[in-house]
């Protein structure tokens, strides 16, 4: 009998499943940190001044010309402009105005949390922030000119301005860069910087669609400027030439500049004149005579200049 059970407990034993061995560890894998949005990248910081919160890639703002022929488009959310800057508080800097001296939009900084430079007038600024209209006091009206430094002007108010109003909670200026000599050109706007070699009339007339939408430089003899005040320029020559205008009417051109070489830096664009266009350009030029003889419109490339140097006399 004992020798039976022994046999039975060999067989159970034989026969009995493996043990299966125990799961080797596996070191937990090591969490990694969750992705952060990474800040959008401001505009080139060798090229522009930050302030507040500065100004991001991305939308392209719009003009100050553009702001107040519809102001209404661009009431009640956040917007940019850039234009020239035409007068800063010389107390604290706590204000600016950007476009021209007569009709500007008033720029403020949020929550008073930063000033601009005392002596950026003449530079270009982009801000971002609300526009609404405001209706100012004449005291109001005084104390910013005085601010500005105009105290003869501001002694002259008899009645507050209407003006647009900008918050910015971000600005950007650009840098002052080292224009073309001074000695060998007169620069109006932003002026013509160091660098970039301007294209030739010829260049842009051969192939416009290489220059259009898209900042660029052209040269060129002035051939014709209006003679009411300097508003407008043609370079090239007088049969087949590029009309220029100056960005937000800020500044203009001297009379008598004819026979001199330009340099722009702007935009360029075709445009289809009206008959009455046309005719009103030419007699802007003191060509009365042939406009009189004009029966349909040009077909003219237009270029909008936010800078212009042009060579001085004898240079």
Not at 155 to 179: D, N, P, Y
Not at 194 to 221: C, N, S
Not at 298 to 313: D, E, N
Request: contains cysteine.
């Amino acid at each position: 009998m004992s020798l039976l059970l022994s046999a039975s407990a060999l067989f159970v034993c034989s026969t009995a499943a493996p043990q299966t061995p125990p799961p080797i560890p596996v070191p937990a894998a090591e969490a990694k940190p969750v992705a952060q949005d990474q800040a959008p990248a401001r505009l080139e910081p060798t090229i522009y001044d930050h302030f507040g919160t500065g100004i991001t890639v991305g939308e392209k703002p719009a003009t100050i010309a553009d702001a107040q022929k519809d102001p209404a488009k661009f009431g009640g959310k956040t917007v940019r402009l850039e234009g020239p800057i035409t007068a800063i508080c010389q107390t604290k800097g706590c204000w600016m105005h950007l476009g021209t001296e007569q009709n500007p939009v008033m720029v403020k900084f949020k929550d008073y949390a930063f000033f601009m430079p005392k002596d950026a007038s003449g530079r270009t600024a982009i801000v971002e922030g609300e526009m609404k209209w405001k209706q100012e006091t004449v005291e109001e009206t005084r104390h910013y000119l005085e601010d500005a430094g105009k105290k003869d002007e501001a002694a002259k108010i008899t009645e507050g301005r209407k003006i647009l109003t900008f918050m910015a909670s971000g600005v950007a200026i650009q840098k002052v860069q080292k224009k073309l000599d001074a000695k060998l050109y007169d620069h109006f706007g932003t002026g013509i910087t160091v660098g970039e070699k301007p294209a030739t009339i010829a260049d842009a007339q051969k192939d416009p669609a290489k220059f259009v939408g898209k900042t660029i430089r052209l040269e060129g003899p002035i051939t014709a400027i209006c003679q009411t005040k300097g508003c407008w320029m043609h370079l090239g020559t007088e049969q087949n030439p590029v009309m220029v205008k100056f960005k937000d009417y800020a500044f203009f051109m001297p009379k008598d500049a004819s026979g001199r070489t330009a340099i722009v830096e702007g935009e360029m664009k075709l445009k289809q004149e009206t008959v009455e266009e046309t005719r009103h350009y030419l007699e802007d030029a003191g060509k009365k005579d042939e406009a009189a003889k004009v029966t349909e419109g040009r077909k003219i490339l237009t270029f909008m200049a936010s800078g212009v140097a042009i060579q001085k006399p004898g240079s």
